[in-house]
Structure formats: structure tokens, C-alpha cells
Nanobody, 124 residues
């Protein structure tokens, strides 16, 4: 059973960089044909796909966040990481990591694995 766990600070100040890590167990992030994504859900809004790192290490980003987003991985730790720069209060959301077989994630499909999510608040 694949499990994903998000970790990182729950409070970030405006203009700072948000860094979150997703630790994966029960499966390798280098296994072919799986894609590892970051998705967020602001309060009262729907899911927003942020970006994905593929099993190969290739990265894909939402055009709306591309200038501020970076996703990387540490295969030795079986983790992948999100960095979001220049945050504002509008970046306040629950942040999820997920394993999928597609690049762009817009919903929780039954075949996917998601972390439980972590609340991040941007406030001074």
C-alpha cells in the first residue's frame, strides 16, 4: 500500500518561500509510469493542480504558478519537495501530494493515492 505524507511549516510569512516535502512509503518514486504531484485547495475553493514530477525526473508546472513553483526529488529518501516563492495570503490552502498515472491532477480519482494534506497559512 502506497502512503504519502506531507510535512512542512504550517505558517509562512508573506514574501517568504514555502517549502513542503512529501515522503513516500510502499513504493518508489522512480517506478515507471507514475507521476508525483502537488495540489492545493484554498478555503472555500476547489482543487488546484500546482505541478508534477515524473518517475523520470521530468517536471511539469501549472502555467498560473510556473514562475513561482519548483518541484524536486531526493530518490535516496524517496521524497519529493515543493517550493513556492514570494507567497501571499492568497497562497493559504491545504496542500496535498499525490501519486497518479497522469500529469495534471484535477480531482481525487479512486485509483490515485493522496496524502492527508497539510494546512499552510500565509500571514504576518
Amino acid at each position: 500500500q502506497v502512503q504519502l505524507q506531507e510535512s512542512g511549516p504550517g505558517l509562512v510569512k508573506p514574501s517568504q518561500t514555502l517549502s513542503l516535502t512529501c515522503t513516500v512509503s510502499g513504493g518508489s518514486i522512480t517506478t515507471s509510469d507514475y507521476y508525483w504531484s502537488w495540489i492545493r485547495q484554498p478555503p472555500g475553493k476547489g482543487l488546484e493542480w500546482m505541478g508534477t514530477i515524473a518517475y523520470s525526473g521530468s517536471t511539469y508546472y501549472s502555467p498560473f504558478l510556473k514562475s513561482r513553483t519548483s518541484i524536486s526529488r531526493d530518490t535516496s529518501k524517496n521524497q519529493f519537495t515543493l517550493q513556492l516563492t514570494s507567497v501571499t495570503p492568497e497562497d493559504t490552502a491545504v496542500y496535498y501530494c499525490a501519486r497518479e498515472t497522469i500529469v495534471v491532477v484535477t480531482s481525487k480519482r479512486p485509483t490515485a493515492y493522496w496524502g492527508q494534506g497539510t494546512q499552510v497559512t500565509v500571514s504576518s
